[in-house]
């Protein structure tokens, strides 16, 4: 029987096992990333956003103003982030901020810490009530890509190569448009342990896969995962993906949520990760920029 066709022609199937060798710098074994998503939940999303029954909040969707989930998702930007910030400094660990253009508006001096921290900066979108999917035109999703990044790259003041659109969402004509706006990787495909070439018809770009599985908000909130286990989680995945590094080259891109994870009660098992992580002696402990270029070099 006849597979279905892909409903992309971005990439080949390619199975892991049957790759070239991939070696990251000083032969480690994992290439180890955090993206730290600062992201806004409107009160009142513009008329026609496209917004998933399932994006969290606290007390699940209100009508309109929805200030209960406003106000949860709001912690994050307001207190949780600078947990997140202590927590990464104490081993030193630079991450990927995945910044929205309207956190980027609000909240100036955030994003004035960040650069100073030397983060990486990649888009985020407008916000995460306004989620690309093929409900949009294709002028609109061009107009909602081009604004956004234009937005961010003028507040950060620096050039923006990645991008991680709110809630994963993309349409079929996304990487094109990235693509056409100086985008060089995404980050919303997480289906491979190693960054891969995607081609546009406006050029290339490179996927960077984050790890659905271990994603904070998917794994201890829509699955239900205790912290602790979660934890400890992210140590097994370590110890597996080291072991099949030896051979060739993995990579783990833990996405959390200032929001979640900077709750006083969660920011501990954040930190018994981070401790792990740090302890680990054949990582490459680094951003998502970095990876980009060296796989941009390497594959």
């Known amino acids: 029987m006849a597979l279905p066709p892909k409903e992309h022609d971005y990439y080949r199937n390619s199975p892991i096992g049957k ?4 070696n990251w710098p000083d032969n480690t074994a994992v290439a180890v990333a955090f993206v730290v998503c600062l992201e806004t939940y409107e009160i009142a999303p513009p008329n026609g956003a496209f917004v998933p029954d399932n994006v969290p909040g606290g007390f699940g969707r209100a009508p309109y103003p929805d200030v209960r989930a406003f106000s949860v998702r709001e912690y994050g930007p307001r207190v949780g982030i600078h947990r997140v910030i202590d927590t990464l400094e104490t081993c030193g660990i630079r991450a990927t901020a995945a910044i929205d253009a309207q956190i980027a508006i609000s909240y100036p001096t955030l994003v004035d810490t960040i650069r100073q921290l030397n983060w990486d900066i990649v888009g985020h979108g407008w916000a995460l009530t306004q989620v690309i999917s093929s409900q949009m035109s294709q002028q609109d999703e ?6 956004s990044l234009a937005t961010l790259r003028n507040c950060a003041g620096t050039n923006v190569h990645g991008w991680h659109g709110p809630e994963y969402g993309e349409s079929s004509r996304t990487p094109a448009i990235l693509a056409q706006n100086g985008i060089k990787y995404v980050l919303d495909w997480p289906n491979d342990e190693q960054p891969y070439r995607m081609d546009t018809p406006n ?3 490179m ?3 984050l790890s659905g599985e271990l994603d904070d908000v998917v794994c201890h909130w829509h699955r239900k995962v205790p912290m602790d286990r979660w934890a400890r989680s992210v140590v097994d995945a370590l110890d597996q993906l080291e072991a099949d590094g030896q051979q060739n080259g993995r990579m783990l891109l833990l996405n959390v949520h200032p929001w979640l994870i900077g709750q006083p009660w969660r920011i501990t098992f954040f930190r018994e990760v981070i401790k792990a ?5 054949n990582i490459w402990l680094t951003t998502t920029d ?3 270029q060296w796989a941009e070099a390497a594959l």
């Open 19 to 22: 790759r070239g060798h991939l």
């Open 142 to 147: 061009i107009q909602y890509i081009q604004s």
């Open 203 to 205: 050029g290339a770009l």
């Open 207 to 209: 996927s960077l896969p």
């Open 277 to 281: 992580i740090c302890a680990r002696k």
């Open 290 to 292: 970095q990876i980009a």
